[in-house]
């Protein structure tokens, strides 16, 4: 039985959580167009009878504007530190820059085995693929010291070249202890997961500025054999985005209460009965208590 830990890190938007979730073969962490989705470290667990895979999915690099950024800014940064492997996920859609070349060389140089992922090529294709493959080749070098170990170019969407990684990483185990249960797909307990689902309803309905600044309070998760039954708030940070959120007759608010219920049957199998309450934070992500209250205390 062998054991690691894996941290995926990249920039906003670039397939990060999706890319977890198609190597775990689960839903893990939520997944939205919209960037910045990730909030925390979640951790990621796939066991099977040779060995125990430990993911940790991050929040995508930025500078960060507000004292919320500067959270997922450290939780990233925590994340990278310890860990045995890391995964660079790089977006073959978008144009590989020098900066891209100097992030990679800064964590190339902290000698953790390093692969990189360049993903959405489904919708990339070769004229943009290639030029990114290119710009990534001196750092393959294995005459440098602490070379790329490999360039992947994967499809989250799709499933392409996932288990091709996954071998990748599997030889990167070292440890030999079971860090996790085996039934444990994720550090994060059950309320935790509720709240993510019911923040990826409300990113993936409202449009514009409003879902940025949404967060979610779980005041009650009591569960039962055949049931669960949660409560909880909607968190903005203005009067006029609450009125978003609920919408004309209360038509948002249900209707993401609706689709996050749904999501929430189906990872548990359970009957599940969901109430949203909305709640403004005049600027709850730069007030750390408000922001404490959320979840993204120190
Ligand atoms: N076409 C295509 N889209 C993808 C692929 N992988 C992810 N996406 C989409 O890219 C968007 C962002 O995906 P996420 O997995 O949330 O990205 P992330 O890096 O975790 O983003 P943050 O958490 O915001 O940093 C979503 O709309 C995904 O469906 C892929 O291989 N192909
Ligand atoms: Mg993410």
Not at 92 to 104: G, H, S, V
Not at 105 to 131: H, M, Q, S
Request: neutral net charge; aromatic residues 6%; proline residues 5%.
């Amino acid at each position: 039985m062998k054991s690691g830990f894996i941290a995926i890190i990249g920039k906003p938007n670039v397939g990060k959580s999706s890319l977890m979730n198609a190597l775990i073969g689960e839903k893990i962490s939520i997944v939205t167009p919209k960037p910045q989705t990730t909030r925390d470290a979640v951790r990621g667990i796939l066991t099977t009878d040779e060995y125990q895979m430990i993911f940790v999915d991050t929040p995508g690099l930025l500078v960060p504007k507000t004292e919320l950024g500067k959270y997922m800014s450290r939780e990233t940064e925590g994340a990278a530190q310890d860990v045995d492997v890391i995964v660079a996920v790089i977006d073959a859609t978008r144009p590989f820059t020098a900066k891209d070349t100097e992030f990679l060389e800064r964590k190339l140089a902290l000698g953790i085995p390093t692969y990189v992922v360049v993903n959405k090529t489904d919708v990339a294709g070769f004229e943009k693929v290639y030029p990114v493959l290119a710009k990534l080749s001196p750092l393959t070098d294995k005459g440098r010291k602490n070379p790329i170990k490999e360039v992947i170019p994967t499809s989250c969407l799709k499933g392409d070249n996932i288990d091709e990684l996954r071998k990748y990483l599997e030889s990167e185990l070292k440890d030999d202890v079971m860090y996790y249960p085996a039934g444990d797909v994720t550090d994060r307990p059950l309320r935790f997961v509720i709240g993510e689902i019911v923040r990826e309803k409300a990113l993936l309905l409202l449009q514009d500025e409003v879902p940025h600044g949404i967060g979610v309070v779980i005041n009650k998760c009591e569960e039962k054999k055949d049931s669960l039954y949660v409560e909880a708030d909607v968190v903005c940070e203005k009067d006029t985005h609450k009125m978003i959120i609920i919408g004309d007759g209360g038509g948002m608010i249900k209707h993401i209460g609706e689709s996050a219920r749904r999501s929430a049957e189906e990872l548990t199998g359970k009957r599940v009965y969901l109430k949203l309450f909305v709640k403004v934070r005049e600027g709850w992500r730069n007030k750390k208590n408000y922001m404490r209250d959320l979840g993204y205390g120190e």
